[in-house]
């Protein structure tokens, strides 16, 4: 399955942003799918995960209640909602897809090339 994030940008302190990543290729409800990001100099994190159809949702701790992790089966397309987003979440964002409903970035097999989300204070 091939993967595209969008919608990262530059956000300020307080605000909102919701990033997608469509997916093409093989059947995208045969797969989880997740959230992860990068920042400068940090290794890549686990943001927040969702099973084939959707009902169960992961997320980190840190993260809870700020981000939403949704996904549309039939319109192929995972979902990020961030809200109150802080300094601290600039980071390059990526979704992966999973076999199986994890939050182990080792055990997604496809990724995307991902998106830069930028707050400014």
């Known amino acids: 399955v091939q993967l595209q994030a969008s919608g990262g940008g530059l956000v300020q302190a307080g605000g909102s942003l919701r990033l997608s990543c469509a997916a093409s290729?093989?059947?995208?409800?045969?797969?989880?799918m997740g959230w992860f990001r990068q920042a400068p100099g940090k290794e890549r994190e686990f943001v927040a995960a969702?099973?084939?159809?959707?009902?169960?949702?992961n997320y980190a701790d840190s993260l809870k209640g700020r981000f939403t992790i949704s996904r549309d089966n039939a319109k192929n397309t995972l979902y990020l909602q961030m809200s109150n987003l802080k300094l601290e979440d600039t980071a390059v964002y990526y979704c992966?897809?999973?076999?199986?409903?994890?939050?182990?970035?080792?055990?997604?097999?496809?990724w995307g090339q991902g998106t830069l989300v930028t707050v400014s204070s």
């Open positions: 969702i099973n084939r159809n959707g009902p169960l949702t």
């Open positions: 290729g093989r059947t995208f409800s045969s797969y989880a």
């Open positions: 992966a897809a999973a076999p199986f409903y994890t939050y182990t970035p080792q055990q997604y097999s496809y």
